[in-house]
T-cell receptor, first 115, second 113 residues
Framework: AQKITQTQPGMFVQEKEAVTLDCTYD???????LFWYKQPSSGEMIFLIY??????QNATEGRYSLNFQKARKSANLVISASQLGDSAMYFC????????????FGTGTRLQVFP | DTEVTQTPKHLVMGMTNKKSLKCEQH?????MYWYKQKAKKPPELMFV???????INESVPSRFSPECPNSSLLNLHLHALQPEDSALYLC????????????FGPGTRLTVL
């Protein structure tokens, strides 16, 4: 079974609008962490936001927020006020339990922002 | 200094060549990683070094040989590669605590002819 599922291969959004990128995960470990990364066409993976399984509040970092619904095992990324520079591949990833070194990545969502 | 650097940016090699990829970080991170990423796929973990010792090898073929000379440097030695090994090779580093993100370098685009 997939540990991390991103069901949207591609998304389009108009500049200045908000967009939600979906991510669901599967783990039986009560301790885990969820990460979102952005990968522009240049190739570098850029860390955006982190949510720990015990965090009571949804994580926010500037225009990025994470809609964490633990019972549904979902960790959707919300980008507000989209910019042309947000066009990139977005990966959701999970770290399970005490293994702090291994990240499991989803298949990614390609976001395209149009004027 | 909050970046991970990788050299070279691009590498083309033949199947009989020996080459090395280099990665450097000066953030004092205790963990360093090699990932392989094929086009339109997520990164796949290859190796993890923790405190300069190999802690994870994801069953990578022996034609890939990692080396961690010190806490700031990570190398990936390549020998007798196959065309299917052509990919983007990403290096990352992390403090290694539960909520610590991995910082990635820009990658080396490898083409094996």
């Amino acid at each position: 079974a997939q540990k991390i599922t991103q069901t949207q291969p591609g998304m389009f959004v108009q500049e200045k609008e908000a967009v939600t990128l979906d991510c669901t995960y599967d783990t039986s470990d009560p301790s885990y962490g969820l990460f979102w990364y952005k990968q522009p066409s240049s190739g570098e993976m850029i860390f955006l936001i982190y949510q720990g399984s015990y965090d009571q509040q949804n994580a926010t970092e500037g225009r990025y927020s994470l809609n964490f619904q633990k019972a549904r095992k979902s960790a959707n990324l919300v980008i507000s006020a989209s910019q042309l520079g947000d066009s990139a591949m977005y990966f959701c990833a999970m770290r399970e339990g005490g293994n702090t070194d291994k990240l499991i990545f989803g298949t990614g969502t390609r976001l395209q922002v149009f004027p | 200094d909050t970046e991970v650097t990788q050299t070279p940016k691009h590498l083309v090699m033949g199947m009989t060549n020996k080459k090395s990829l280099k990665c450097e970080q000066h953030m004092g991170h205790r963990a360093m990683y090699w990932y392989k990423q094929k086009a339109k796929k997520p990164p796949e973990l290859m190796f993890v070094y923790s405190y300069e010792k190999l802690s994870i090898n994801e069953s990578v073929p022996s034609r890939f040989s990692p080396e961690c000379p010190n806490s700031s440097l990570l190398n990936l030695h390549l020998h007798a590669l196959q065309p299917e090994d052509s990919a983007l090779y990403l290096c990352a580093s992390s403090q290694g605590m539960e909520n610590n993100e991995q910082f990635f370098g820009p990658g080396t685009r490898l083409t094996v002819l």
